[in-house]
């Protein structure tokens, strides 16, 4: 008959193995963003959706075996403090030992936090942060060190501009046709941060340009306010002493919020038109007294509009669970399930295994289709994701771009719209001002 030592040591033996089994059955994904804000909210809520989807279904099956996913949040602090950012990445995969990281907002810090991922060979699915050369100048440039790397969404900064180019080009031609204003005067307002260089300059050069290779409008001032501004009165002030008619507005944090209830408050008679993350998130009229409708932004998601098959449920399942319409950042969500996918595509948890099916990505996602270039970036065009150009009417965020599309002058035939797109509106206060 066994001692009662030997019953202990044997029952301990047994909950050591049980234990050690079921952490070789788990994948750990850091789930990398700035917490305390919208932006990593989304982050965290669109892979948490993922996982528990996976999870639901059986997991993953790799080299025979069936894992589960853990999710770990990181909260970077990286809106305010890039060393805490550095920090905390470091932290996630030496103490908190993730298998790979997904998320990353704010270039400035997901260019360090990337290095640390690609010198501990984890692979990282960036799902917020735009800049070009995150990617760029990395990995075709020093592939052996940068391979870990990949971008869901958004689009890179130079696709971005395009994309926004186009829909302020929408906006010139309504402002000639509705308002007969032949060479509109277009201010140009950005967040002090290094993604919206590109964006800026671009702007700042294809605006006054003459067609085709330009707008043919009249650029009449460039902004930079910080990204943590407060208030933009002093700028929106400046901006219609000058006599725009359009703002061309980037803002990626919290600073989108008081410019757009500035612009309303002061009923600045410009239409504003460009890119303002917080203007994509269900809560964005309430947070701007109801001074933000009319904005109009580059988006992902809006309501009523079917990108994919599965934009519509992925939306109404988010906003049940969470009550707000998912910002960009949710693309998280569509990060997790390319990151399982490949992972069973390529049998195996080895880093160049899953970076090899990762390159042979071809995935219809809620945004649309997702295939990498050899930089290891989401492909944009009309066969892939485009993203979409979204405006706040009658308090709904309401899709009016792409509507007939057409993208290839050779091709006229190729044209783009997606099912719910309505047409842009300029603001009734911006009409009132400049009606002929």
């Known amino acids: 008959m066994r001692s009662s030592l030997e019953k202990v040591l044997c029952v301990a033996a047994l909950i050591i193995l049980t234990l050690g089994a079921s952490a070789q059955n788990v994948i750990?994904?850091?789930?990398?963003?700035?917490?305390?804000?919208?932006?990593?909210?989304?982050?965290?809520?669109?892979?948490?959706?993922?996982?528990?989807?996976?999870?639901?279904?059986?997991?993953?099956?790799?080299?025979?075996?069936?894992?589960?996913?853990?999710?770990?949040?990181?909260?970077?602090?990286?809106?305010?403090?890039?060393t805490d950012a550095v920090t905390a990445v470091e932290r996630a995969i030496t103490v908190n030992k993730v298998d790979f990281l997904v998320g990353g907002f704010r270039t400035e810090a997901v260019i360090p936090m990337t290095d640390v991922a690609a010198d501990y060979g984890k692979i990282f699915l960036i799902a917020g942060a735009a800049s070009d050369e995150i990617l760029k100048g990395r990995v075709d440039k020093d592939y052996k060190r940068y391979k870990y790397l990949f971008r869901v969404t958004p689009i890179r900064s130079s696709q971005l501009a395009r994309l926004s180019f186009l829909l302020l080009a929408d906006v010139i031609d309504l402002f000639r046709k509705e308002l007969k204003i032949d060479k509109p005067k277009v201010a140009i307002v950005a967040e002090g941060l290094s993604w919206a260089d590109a964006i800026v300059g671009w702007v700042?050069?294809?605006?006054?340009?003459?067609?085709?290779?330009?707008?043919?409008?009249?650029?009449?001032?460039?902004?930079?306010?910080?990204?943590?501004?407060?208030?933009?009165?002093?700028?929106?002030?400046?901006?219609?002493?000058?006599?725009?008619?359009?703002?061309?507005?980037?803002?990626?944090?919290?600073?989108?919020?008081?410019?757009?209830?500035?612009?309303?408050?002061?009923?600045?008679?410009?239409?504003?038109?460009?890119?303002?993350?917080?203007?994509?998130?269900?809560g964005f009229l309430e947070a701007t007294g109801g001074f933000g409708a009319y904005t109009a932004t580059v988006g992902i998601y809006a309501h009523d509009v079917a990108i994919t098959a599965s934009t519509v449920p992925f939306i109404n399942s988010f906003v049940g669970r969470f009550g707000e319409l998912p910002i960009y950042t949710a693309g998280t969500y569509d990060a997790v399930k390319i990151l399982a996918q490949a992972v069973e595509k390529a049998g195996s948890l080895g880093a160049d295994a899953v970076i090899k099916a990762l390159e042979a990505t071809d995935y219809l996602s809620t945004m649309g289709r997702v295939v990498f270039d050899e930089l290891h970036d989401v492909k944009w065009g009309p066969e892939f994701a485009t993203g979409i150009g979204v405006q706040w009417q009658d308090g709904k965020l309401l899709a009016f771009w792409p509507r007939q599309w057409k993208p290839d002058a050779a091709n006229p035939d190729l044209v783009v719209s997606y099912p719910g797109t309505v047409p842009y509106v300029i603001p009734p206060w911006v009409v009132a001002k400049w009606k002929p």
């Not at 989304?42 to 894992?67: C, D, F, K, P």
């Not at 910080?226 to 803002?251: D, N, Q, R, W, Y």
């Open 28 to 82: 750990r994904i850091g789930v990398v963003g700035p917490m305390t804000y919208v932006q990593g909210q989304h982050h965290w809520y669109g892979a948490t959706m993922a996982a528990e989807q996976i999870n639901a279904a059986g997991g993953l099956r790799v080299g025979g075996r069936t894992y589960t996913l853990e999710l770990v949040k990181v909260d970077t602090n990286e809106m305010l403090n890039i």
């Open 204 to 282: 700042q050069l294809f605006a006054a340009a003459p067609p085709p290779a330009g707008f043919g409008a009249q650029v009449v001032g460039t902004w930079r306010p910080s990204a943590l501004a407060t208030s933009l009165t002093p700028e929106l002030t400046s901006i219609e002493k000058a006599g725009a008619h359009i703002i061309f507005a980037v803002f990626s944090g919290p600073a989108g919020i008081p410019f757009a209830r500035d612009w309303g408050r002061l009923q600045v008679p410009a239409a504003v038109v460009g890119v303002n993350v917080e203007a994509m998130r269900q």
